[in-house]
């Protein structure tokens, strides 16, 4: 089992920027794969961002080169840097991890892009 603790979300204007932070309840090192996926009203989950058990990271096309994946492993917590905000980027972020028991959610963040 694993405890997320994400934060970051909020309302932003579009061209601004936002961190998403996911701190976990174990140490970083025991996940295979860890990231950031988004669902937006009506759609189904997708991901954003990912450090792969292969030591790539992998970003959506729809976010490369303005969002950014980050970790502090000291503290076993996870980033998601997102620049030049768009109306698009409207979703409930979650926070994802997998080990050898299985995949688990964090509870999700609002983030709210609008004018």
């Known amino acids: 089992q694993v405890e997320f603790a994400e934060s970051g979300g909020g309302l932003v204007q579009p061209g601004e920027s936002l961190r998403l932070s996911c701190a976990f309840s174990?140490?970083?090192?025991?996940?295979?794969?860890m990231g950031w996926y988004r669902q937006a009203p009506g759609q189904q989950r997708a991901l954003v961002a990912m450090?792969?058990?292969?030591?790539?990271?992998d970003y959506s096309d729809s976010v490369k080169g303005r969002f950014t994946i980050s970790r502090d492993d000291a503290k076993n917590t996870i980033y998601l840097q997102m620049n030049a905000l768009k109306p698009e980027d409207t979703a409930v972020y979650y926070c994802?991890?997998?080990?050898?028991?299985?995949?688990?959610w964090g509870q999700g963040t609002q983030v709210t892009v609008s004018s």
């Open positions: 450090f792969t058990n292969s030591g790539t990271i």
């Open positions: 994802n991890v997998s080990m050898w028991s299985g995949t688990y």
């Open positions: 174990r140490n970083i090192f025991k996940f295979y794969n």
